[in-house]
């Protein structure tokens, strides 16, 4: 009919669902959380400046554990999910779309 109101999307409704909500509140989530694996990645001795040394640290680390190392993979293996849980996340923004 030629009188009917069809609304269409706003300019900004791909932005909000390719971010996951507004750009301010995505942002603002994003700082969080990078605050948090950073004073988590500082509480196990990384150092951002010398990432590559931190690493060869925590293996020797590890490797003089012995068999506590088991306690402290598992502590590792949560310190990973800390930054994988939101790859994770990220990487269903970019994927495939989904039926609806």
């Known amino acids: 009919m030629p009188n009917d109101v069809r609304d269409l999307p706003a300019n900004n409704d791909g932005l909000y ?9 995505v942002a603002f989530r994003l700082i969080l959380l990078s605050i948090l694996v950073g004073v988590v990645l500082a509480a196990i001795g990384f150092d951002p400046w010398n990432i590559l040394h931190s690493i060869r640290v925590l293996f020797q680390r590890l490797w003089d554990l012995g068999f506590d190392a088991v306690n402290w993979l598992w502590r590792y293996f949560l310190l990973g999910a800390v930054i994988v849980v939101p790859i994770w996340l990220l990487s269903r923004l970019f994927g495939a779309p989904r039926g609806r």
């Open 17 to 25: 669902r390719f971010l996951g909500g507004s750009p301010l509140s």
